[in-house]
């Protein structure tokens, strides 16, 4: 039943994404080099849905990240993953904060140069 569900969704966010492509008129094989490459050509593209943890971002979403990082910059890390769960409502099945999930793609965010995060605090 789990795989079921597992597979709907994944074809559910297969036409977001391929509507999205479509709405700009690009191929399948844009979509299929977009998938692997995650640019087409030498032009990363950054206005397209983002797909990480079986959640769909769209471009709203990552401004919406940027804006926290810009307004909250004192945040540690898991207090502004904490944050990034509440504005995106990004949470479990029971209501809980995704907190692994979105700090692993705000790191993602992070080596791509999207955003830049507070250093890791080390315990002592």
């Not at 690009?26 to 849905?49: E, P």
């Not at 909250?72 to 504005?87: G, Q, S, W």
């Not at 949470?91 to 791509?112: V, W």
Request: with cysteine; proline share 5%; net charge positive.
């Amino acid at each position: 039943m789990k795989h079921e569900f597992e597979n709907k969704r994944n074809k559910e966010l297969h036409g977001i994404i391929k509507n999205s492509f479509a709405k700009r008129g690009w191929t399948n094989t844009n979509l299929i080099l977009y998938s692997r490459l995650g640019k087409v050509g030498n032009q990363v593209m950054d206005n397209t849905i983002r797909v990480f943890s079986g959640r769909a971002f769209r471009p709203e979403d990552i401004e919406m990240i940027k804006w926290a990082r810009k307004t909250y910059p004192n945040l540690p890390r898991h207090e502004f993953a904490a944050t990034v769960c509440e504005l995106l409502g990004w949470t479990t099945p029971a209501g809980n904060a995704k907190m692994i999930q979105c700090a692993a793609f705000l790191e993602k965010l992070e080596a791509e140069g999207i955003i830049q995060l507070p250093p890791i605090n080390k315990m002592k």
